[in-house]
């Protein structure tokens, strides 16, 4: 185990292993003593640790260099791993049942005996809980035996990696393991939705559109309510590109590259990348942050954007693309 303290270890960056049965279960051995694994799930990839341990969970902030206000979402095998962790109400078995293992993260009433870290819960009352749709994810929490804490594997305020590649890019040099499972079929994060008042609430867009979770709760609201602040990590902004970003672009400026979306892409821009030139928006999230990641280069002066249609999981590019566009500096990158 390199990493000890309370802090990261940066010592040789580790490079992505392919998830064999042996690295399966060193990585489950990594976590139960304390140590940071990249792992894959159906979103993005997550930097995994111990969700019961103090010190382990500090461990993902300081090396995401990410503020203790804003808590991880602790990830569990099945939906009694997590009735074990919160509350559930009605609400809850029905959404468990419908969406996991998938992209729906639930934040609901902490138990009273929840062993998870107050650290990670960032000292909250509730706790968010996910069953993540990844084979290999789901063998190595059972394999772990406890619930592990996992913000997306990027350093914050970065955008969310999709690759193992794009992990060992951003932490290679600050973490003990990334498994590889290759790219993210989903490519967004997950929904993360409020169960704990009343009031259903999606507090992020995300892989489960806002419209199917209306299929069975009925009209939500979204966002924070007026003047509170409900998910810590949605405040700021996010998901930056090193290059400015250009909303709702239609034709070139000087310079830059273009986030194409549909079929009829404007000309004259020195480079090209279309989300999903049939218009599809489950291929545009899963494309989203790796063509980020790919258009943001030296030299150019910034990536112009498409518009992309506010429903299904547009909803959830949208939201990424508008915090990628945000002001720096005066905002906070936090996640
Ligand atoms: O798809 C995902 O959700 C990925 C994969 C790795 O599972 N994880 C992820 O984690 O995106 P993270 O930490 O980057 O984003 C979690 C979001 C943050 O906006 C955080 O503020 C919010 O969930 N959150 C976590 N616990 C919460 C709570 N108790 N109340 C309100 N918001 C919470
Ligand atoms: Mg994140």
């Known amino acids: 185990m390199r990493a000890t303290g309370p802090g990261y270890c940066a010592a040789m960056p580790v490079q992505p292993l392919a998830p064999t049965p042996d690295a399966l279960a060193r990585a489950a051995e990594t976590l139960r003593s304390g140590g940071l694994v990249a792992f894959p799930t159906e979103t993005v990839y997550g930097l995994g640790a111990d969700a019961t341990d103090d010190r382990a969970v500090a461990k993902i902030f300081a090396a995401k260099g990410r503020p203790h206000f804003n808590p991880l979402i602790a990830h569990v095998p099945d939906a009694d791993a997590a009735a074990r962790l919160v509350r559930f109400d009605a609400r809850a078995e029905r959404l468990a049942a419908r969406f996991w293992p998938g992209p729906l993260t639930m934040v609901l009433p902490r138990r009273d005996d929840c062993p998870v870290s107050l650290l990670a819960g960032a000292g909250l009352s509730t706790l968010a809980v996910r069953v993540p749709a990844h084979p290999l994810a789901l063998d190595l929490l059972r394999a772990a035996g406890r619930p592990v804490a996992a913000p997306s594997a990027n350093r914050s305020g970065r955008v969310s990696p999709t690759t193992a ?65 409900t998910a810590p990590g949605m405040l700021e902004s996010h998901y930056a590109p090193d290059l400015p970003l250009r909303l709702n672009a239609t034709a070139a400026r000087n310079n830059e590259a273009l986030l194409a979306f549909g079929p009829e892409e404007p000309e004259g821009f020195v480079e090209t990348l279309n989300l999903s030139s049939s218009g599809n928006l489950a291929e545009a999230a899963a494309n989203v942050f790796s063509y980020l990641r790919r258009l943001d280069r030296i030299g150019l002066d910034g990536i112009a954007v498409m518009t992309i249609p506010e429903r299904g999981l547009g909803r959830a590019i949208n939201d990424r693309l508008r915090r990628a566009a945000a002001p720096r500096g005066q905002a906070r990158s936090v996640a």
Do not use: F, K, W
């Open 165 to 229: 590649q794009h992990v060992e890019a951003d932490l290679g040099d600050r973490i003990d393991m990334i498994l590889d499972g290759g790219a993210c079929v989903v490519g967004v994060e997950s929904t993360v939705l409020d169960l704990s008042g009343p009031q259903a609430r999606v507090l992020r867009q995300g892989g489960v559109a806002q419209e199917t979770l209306e299929e069975v709760l009925g009209p939500l609201a979204s966002g924070g309510a007026p003047g509170v602040i």
